[in-house]
């Protein structure tokens, strides 16, 4: 079975896995790297690093989110590496989003979703502002969707928490053209494969956003180093869930885990393994 009711049934099922709602980030930064990636070649570092947090998620978590424009700066090599990247976390039973933010219509979204699908992403990270037509064609290839709806950023309340002549918020409307899109793609634990970009920094809008999207999948940022909480993620949480996968938030964390310090005399590969096992550790608490 493939399309996107398949793609959140397997995240579910990884999540369930893991025990845990954690979603670790793969944003390969060179100036950020370890001292002794330090004299690589900048791809040859990426490429390492990006191994090295495959490796340290491997049965930790069920999820990870490499994040394109990491990769897209170096070019041909940094789209190869991102390819390699996707095959050895599917390899290894990981789901993949691709954090790409794409926005077009048409033939360019097209384009864009063949060749996210094709990459070997399960899901893609997708900017709704033109309209269903933004989010169709990547349901269409098969993916699933997170769709931005209220994100992390302080600045997007300049658009998204603007009233509407209707009453409700930019954010609220576009949660509710995700609620009816994603009614057709819902998998057997009641999650659609168009979820929606919730942030942990925005807790002030959940319970209303959770009340419009009562089956998305929320993914979150903003935990950790842009201020969020974990608590502030409970009323984000779906009503009567009976395991992880069914919370419908996948919570994420990226530079916690990619750059975590080593201990004295700790290769900074173990700091990363032990990073992931504290996020993982740390997100039960959510767990019903």
Same mark, same amino acid.
């Given at each position: 079975m493939t399309g996107p009711q398949a793609m959140i049934d397997a995240m579910v099922a990884a999540i369930n896995a893991a025990d845990s709602p954690a979603c670790v980030g793969i944003d390969p930064v060179f100036a950020k790297m370890p001292s002794?990636?330090?004299?690589?070649?900048?791809?040859?570092?990426?490429?390492?690093?990006?191994?090295?947090?495959?490796?340290?998620?491997?049965?930790?978590?069920?999820?990870?989110?490499?994040?394109?424009?990491?990769?897209?700066?170096?070019?041909? $090599?940094?789209?190869?590496?991102?390819?390699?990247?996707?095959?050895?976390?599917?390899?290894?039973?990981?789901?993949?989003?691709?954090?790409?933010?794409?926005?077009?219509?048409?033939?360019?979204?097209?384009?864009?979703?063949?060749? $996210?699908?094709?990459?070997?992403?399960?899901?893609?990270?997708?900017?709704?502002?033109?309209?269903?037509?933004?989010?169709?064609p990547f349901l269409e290839a098969g993916l699933g969707v997170f769709a931005l709806v209220r994100t992390s950023n302080p600045d997007s309340d300049r658009l998204q928490s603007s009233a509407l002549v209707s009453g409700k918020t930019v954010a609220e409307e576009v949660g509710s053209m995700i609620a009816e899109m994603g009614t057709p793609s819902i998998g057997a634990a009641g999650l659609s494969g168009l979820g929606a970009v919730v942030g942990a920094t925005k807790a002030a809008d959940a319970k209303t956003l959770r009340e419009i999207m009562p089956n998305q999948m929320f993914l979150v940022p903003g935990v950790g180093a842009q201020g969020g909480a974990i608590e502030d993620v409970r009323t984000l949480l779906r009503p009567g869930a009976n395991s992880a996968g069914e919370l419908g938030v996948i919570i994420n964390s990226s530079r916690s885990v990619n750059y975590a310090s080593p201990k004295p005399g700790q290769a900074w590969q173990d700091a990363i393994h032990e990073a992931a096992v504290q996020l993982a550790a740390n997100l039960r608490v959510l767990n019903p």
């Open positions: 002794e990636l330090q004299s690589f070649r900048e791809t040859q570092a990426v490429e390492t690093l990006c191994t090295a947090i495959i490796d340290a998620c491997t049965g930790v978590v069920g999820v990870v989110k490499p994040q394109s424009a990491c990769f897209e700066r170096y070019g041909s $090599a940094g789209y190869a590496i991102l390819e390699r990247t996707i095959a050895r976390a599917r390899d290894a039973g990981l789901v993949v989003i691709l954090d790409a933010k794409r926005g077009d219509i048409g033939s360019s979204a097209q384009h864009y979703a063949i060749g $996210a699908a094709d990459m070997g992403a399960h899901f893609i990270t997708v900017s709704p502002y033109m309209g269903p037509s933004t989010i169709e």
